[in-house]
């Protein structure tokens, strides 16, 4: 059974897809068979890889019962990395769309179909607590919470755990808090820094891993590509990714993901 991470936040900008993409591309280069899944009605990743709406076919497309899931899954140039679409979508039908997530047990149906072959699936949502997102954290059993660390961004979190404790005492027993991470961190702004001190006196789960603000970032999404695709040296910032993976893999381990296993035989030293 693949593993499935939501990347989940309440406020709208904090980074969702950019960690989405980052880390379904550093997941893969670990030789984790990975699949990166579109819930965001308006096509974030998709845009996020220069595609405009309605050029990939995706999940709208199998939710409307236009092609198989095996058709919506799209191989990418990175071996082990598979996307599966926002879909082609009217911008008129984003309601029904949303519908048909939230209608039980659908979503799960063609995650379950999509994601058999993989080891980990990551879900990119909407921002928001709404539909799409609830979709997500039923179907999920780990929650990634990007934290941007602005002012006012704790707040947000706070409710957004609240809904994550009462998915998981409601609808999703599986669902664990995989953990909260500081996204567009600046060490040179002071409100950057309270909000990570706030975060690491307040939450229990923040990850070691930061991303930091950097121009690399705008740069990537300019060109439609995922950080580590830029060319040139590997920046910084890309190898934040690889950080990332390997935090995601050892506190999925902690939590009980053990199946993806990295255990070592106890050895001496002398
Ligand atoms: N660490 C970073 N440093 C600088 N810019 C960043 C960083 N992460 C993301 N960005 C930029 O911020 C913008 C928003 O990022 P992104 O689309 O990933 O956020 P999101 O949470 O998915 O947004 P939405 O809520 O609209 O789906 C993008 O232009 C992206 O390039
Ligand atoms: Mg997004």
Request: negative net charge; contains cysteine.
């Amino acid at each position: 059974m693949p593993r499935r991470i939501a990347i989940v936040s309440q406020k709208g900008g904090v980074g969702k897809t950019t960690v989405s993409l980052n880390l379904a591309l550093a997941l893969a280069e670990r030789g984790r068979r990975t699949l990166l899944v579109d819930l965001d009605p308006q096509g974030g990743v998709g845009h996020s890889l220069a595609k405009g709406d309605g050029e990939l076919i995706g999940l709208a497309d199998v939710l409307a019962g236009q092609v198989s899931v095996e058709q919506a899954v799209l191989p990418t140039h990175e071996p082990g990395l598979s996307l599966l679409p926002r879909g082609r979508l009217d911008p008129v039908d984003v309601c029904e769309l949303e519908l048909m997530l939230h209608a039980p047990g659908r979503l799960e149906a063609v995650l379950a179909e999509a994601d058999g072959g993989f080891d980990l699936t990551l879900i990119d949502t909407p921002s928001g607590l709404g539909m799409p997102t609830r979709a997500a954290l039923r179907v999920a059993d780990y929650v990634l919470v990007p934290l941007q660390t602005e002012r006012l961004a704790l707040r947000s979190v706070a409710q957004l755990l609240r809904v994550i404790e009462h998915v998981k005492a409601t609808d999703n027993p599986r669902l664990e808090l995989l953990g909260v991470l500081a996204t567009m961190a600046d060490k040179t702004s002071e409100p950057s820094v309270a909000v990570l001190v706030d975060a690491w006196n307040d939450l229990t789960a923040v990850l070691d891993t930061i991303v930091p603000r950097h121009g690399a970032f705008a740069q990537a999404s300019e060109a439609g590509i995922p950080l580590g695709f830029l060319g040139g040296a590997p920046s910084p910032e890309a190898r934040r990714f690889d950080m990332l993976a390997e935090e995601v893999e050892v506190t999925m381990a902690r939590l009980g993901g053990k199946e993806l296993g990295h255990d070592r035989p106890r050895r001496s030293l002398l």
